[in-house]
């Protein structure tokens, strides 16, 4: 990770950030999404055949990700998925001030309540992890 972030540190990306060293909850989430790739194809093979309610917010200023692969994704993977561009949003919109964040998470709210019934409660798994303790170096101030 630190001989890539080295590496990548003056590439200018799409979205209008430089380098791919980037923090806190958005280095992580990308790390999740890098490891998890190879179940992600085949999650997106079942095009059209998935049933589970999907909600994406979308933030219309954002410079950290790239909407058009979200709007594709939304567009072309689900049935049942509702895509919503808060336009005056930047990256996080439940950060945003109270115009842009109350209509978010009333929306959030509005989704799950509309789809309780629709789903099913399943039971939690039995089994247990142990989290390994991160050992992190000066280059990794996202840890």
């Known amino acids: 990770m630190q001989g890539l972030c080295l590496e990548e540190r003056d590439?200018?990306?799409?979205?209008?950030?430089?380098?791919?060293?980037?923090?806190?909850?958005?280095?992580?989430?990308?790390?999740q999404i890098t490891k998890m790739y190879g179940d992600f194809t085949a999650f997106q093979a079942q095009a059209g055949?998935?049933?589970?309610?999907?909600?994406?917010q979308q933030a219309g200023l954002d410079r950290t990700v790239v909407n058009p692969p979200m709007t594709d994704f939304c567009d072309q993977a689900f049935d049942h998925c509702t895509l919503t561009e808060y336009a005056g949003s930047q990256h996080n919109i439940w950060w945003e001030t109270d115009a842009i964040r109350t209509p978010a998470l009333n929306?959030?709210?509005?989704f799950y309540d509309g789809h309780a019934a629709t789903t099913t409660t399943t039971a939690p798994p039995t089994?247990?992890?142990t989290q390994k303790k991160k050992s992190c170096k000066w280059w990794q101030w996202w840890c």
């Open 49 to 56: 055949n998935l049933q589970v309610p999907i909600l994406m």
């Open 107 to 110: 929306e959030v709210y509005a």
């Open 127 to 129: 089994t247990t992890t």
């Open 11 to 31: 590439t200018l990306y799409p979205a209008g950030h430089t380098g791919l060293c980037i923090g806190s909850a958005t280095a992580n989430m990308a790390e």
